[in-house]
C-alpha cells in the first residue's frame, strides 16, 4: 500500500505541490492577519480564548469527540463531492488555503496571547494533530482534484469513468476515516493539553 501512495504521489506530484503551497501561503496569511488585527479585536478574540478554554471538557466527552469528528467529516465530504465536478478544482484550492489559515491564525494567536503556555498548549493540542492531519487533508484534495482534472479530460473524449470513479472513491473513504480519526485525537489532545498546562 504504501509503495503505491508513493508512486501515486511520484506520479502527480505537480498536484501535491501546488496543494502544499497554497496551504503554507494559507498558514502565512494566517499568521500575518494577526498582526493587522486591531487593539479592540484582538481584546475580543482573547475573551473568547478564554472563554474556550474555561468551557474545555475535562474528559472525553463523548458529545465533544462527535462534533469533532462530524467537522471532519463536513470537509473531507465537501473536497470529494468536488471532485466529482469538473469546475471544483479552484474551490479544493480554496478550501485548503483556509484550513492553512485556521491553523496560522490560530497559532500565532494563541501564542502572541498566552506566551509560553500558549506555545506549549499549541504544540500539544495543535501540531500533534497537524501533523497526522494535515498529510491526510493533502491526499484527499489531491485525490479529488486529479479525478476533476479526468472528468474533463473524460469528457473531451468521451470516455467513461467507471473504474476511476470507483477508485477515488474507495481512496477518499479511507482517507476520510483517517481525517475523521485524527479530528477525533485531537479531542483527546486537546484535553491532554488543558490537564498538563492547567488552562
Not at 468536488?82 to 489559515?101: E, M, N, S, W
Request: with cysteine; aromatic share 12%; hydrophobic share 55%.
Amino acid at each position: 500500500m504504501w509503495k503505491k501512495l508513493g508512486q501515486h504521489i511520484c506520479k502527480y506530484w505537480v498536484i501535491y505541490l501546488t496543494l502544499s503551497s497554497v496551504y503554507l501561503a494559507g498558514v502565512v496569511f494566517g499568521a500575518l492577519g494577526v498582526k493587522a488585527l486591531g487593539a479592540s479585536a484582538s481584546s475580543q478574540l482573547g475573551d473568547f480564548l478564554n472563554t474556550l478554554l474555561k468551557n474545555q471538557p475535562v474528559d472525553l466527552n463523548p458529545v465533544f469527540l462527535g462534533q469533532l469528528a462530524r467537522d471532519v467529516f463536513i470537509i473531507m465530504a465537501g473536497i470529494w463531492i468536488l471532485g466529482l465536478t469538473i469546475i471544483g478544482a479552484p474551490l479544493i484550492y480554496l478550501i485548503v488555503f483556509t484550513r492553512g489559515f485556521i491553523l496560522g491564525f490560530t497559532v500565532s494567536f494563541i501564542i502572541s496571547f498566552k506566551g509560553m503556555l500558549g506555545l506549549g498548549l499549541i504544540l500539544v493540542t495543535v501540531l500533534v494533530p497537524a501533523l497526522m492531519g494535515i498529510p491526510l487533508l493533502l491526499l484527499g484534495a489531491g485525490l479529488a482534484t486529479i479525478f476533476s482534472f479526468l472528468l474533463l479530460r473524460g469528457k473531451a473524449r468521451g470516455e467513461s469513468l467507471r473504474r476511476e470513479f470507483l477508485y477515488y472513491t474507495v481512496a477518499a473513504a479511507f482517507v476520510s476515516l483517517g481525517a475523521v480519526f485524527v479530528g477525533v485525537s485531537q479531542g483527546y489532545f486537546s484535553v491532554l493539553g488543558s490537564r498538563v498546562l492547567g488552562l
